[in-house]
């Protein structure tokens, strides 16, 4: 049974500084890895997708990485902003047609 | 439309009724999901609609938890003799569906539960 984890459950940091997230799954057998992030109150948005045989994608100051073999993604984001306050979902996907299943989340609070 | 769309944006019922939660996805996704998210907690997947197949219905929690899709568009998310644990978020997702396609799924807004 596939299950997802996200360390820290929390993160504050500084503006300004650079940080990984963390989410690791017990199955390497996935089809693809998503991450999301969610606003206090509202829905999931999406960040960036990852296929099983990519390493990694970029968005601006966000940057994921994948690597199957040992269960590992992380999100790096760059000069962080209290703008990026938020908490961010790992999810992986084990088939086309199969459900994500999700990590419980890290919320994340850059103070000014 | 451009995004998902869920209605009600919140519910207040009281308990023992039954409560009905829509959901409009992305035109052209074939792929719907359904997901409960309790107050402070992670998501917790309850359905998903793939086309024409049978839908995949091993999150239910239990048999006062239905759903159903008219063909590839709205879905309608039931809960029957609703009990105050129900209470929470409940987020429909969407994705295009397929071999070819890159499985991404786009969130709506949701739907805000409470059983007093």
């Known amino acids: 049974k596939q299950e997802v984890t996200q360390i820290p459950a929390a993160l504050s940091v500084p503006e300004g500084e650079n940080l990984v997230l963390n989410c690791s799954f017990t199955d390497s057998a996935i089809y693809n890895l998503q991450w999301f992030r969610q606003d206090p109150g509202k829905g999931l948005t999406s960040l960036l997708l990852i296929q099983s045989s990519q390493r990694e994608q970029t968005s601006g100051r966000l940057n994921a990485s994948l690597d199957k073999s040992s269960g590992r993604s992380t999100l790096y984001i760059a000069a962080s902003q209290p703008g990026d306050s938020a908490t961010y979902l790992c999810?992986?996907?084990?088939?086309?047609?199969?459900?994500?299943?999700f990590g419980q989340g890290t919320t994340l609070q850059v103070k000014p | 439309g451009a995004g998902v769309s869920q209605s009600p944006s919140n519910k207040v019922t009281e308990k023992g009724k039954d409560v009905e939660l829509r959901c409009d996805p992305i035109s052209g996704h074939t792929a719907l999901y359904w997901y409960r998210q309790r107050l402070g907690q992670g998501l917790e997947f309850l359905i998903y609609?793939?086309?024409?197949?049978?839908?995949?219905k091993s999150g239910l929690p239990s048999d006062r938890f239905s759903a159903e899709r008219t063909g590839e568009s709205v879905s309608t998310l039931t809960i029957q003799r609703t009990q105050q644990e129900d209470s929470a978020v409940y987020l429909c997702?969407?994705?295009?569906?397929?071999?070819?396609?890159?499985?991404?799924?786009?969130f709506g807004e949701g739907s805000r539960l409470t059983v007093l």
């Open positions: 997702a969407s994705s295009k569906g397929g071999q070819t396609n890159t499985g991404e799924l786009f």
């Open positions: 609609f793939q086309g024409n197949s049978a839908p995949d």
């Open positions: 999810a992986v996907r084990t088939s086309n047609t199969g459900k994500l299943i």
